[in-house]
């Protein structure tokens, strides 16, 4: 079974920093990869995804993923933290033979300090 | 565009009470999805819906949960009796169709806000 690890539960960074956020997926055959955000109290948005087109995807909000077959991982980063990022935000991985079913990490915690 | 609506938001039950939860997909979304979120936890699966059948079932705990889209739009997922464990955020979430011969997939899926349950 598919299986995806987010390392750092919590990431702590200062506004203006870089943000880098870790997923790693388990799967031989490339899935389709998707980073989701959700804001307390909220559902999940999706802020970006990889279905086999260019390997560095761009999403909303600053955010871009880059698809490393030889690393299995889908790192999400931003340039430049902003105060608005703080969120949780979850790796989410779909084998292309599982009928769009998503399996999801275990989240991240971005805080933003000021 | 109208979103994924989800009712009640929040809901508190004592255990062994039985609690039921409704979705509305985004219109003209064929495909719907119930998940369990705890605390601290992603979102794991527990039914997929295509129209109105089920395309995975896998993880429910069928003992005590169910989960029904009679008319293919609407879904409702009742636990009955509920354990203290049930305690989670449940979201429901809708894609266009899927193309099950093949296993194409890769499609978005639009997250409901959930429902907030405790189990007493």
Known sequence: ?114 | EAGVAQSPRYKIIEKRQSVAFWCNPISGHATLYWYQQILGQGPKLLIQFQNNGVVDDSQLPKDRFSAERLKGVDSTLKIQPAKLEDSAVYLCASSFRIELAGGLGGNEQFFGPGTRLTVL
């Open chain 1, 1 to 114: 079974a598919q299986s995806v690890t987010q390392l750092g539960s919590h990431v702590s960074v200062s506004e203006g920093a870089l943000v880098l956020l870790r997923c790693n997926y388990s799967s031989s055959v490339p899935p389709y990869l998707f980073w989701y955000v959700q804001y307390p109290n909220q559902g999940l948005q999706l802020l970006l995804k990889y279905t086999s087109a260019a390997t560095l995807v761009k999403g909303i909000n600053g955010f871009e993923a880059e698809f490393k077959k030889s690393e299995t991982s889908f790192h999400l980063t931003k340039p430049s933290a902003h105060m608005s990022d703080a969120a949780e935000y979850f790796c989410a991985v779909s084998d292309r033979d599982a009928g769009n079913m998503l399996t999801f990490g275990g989240g991240t915690r971005l805080m933003v300090k000021p």
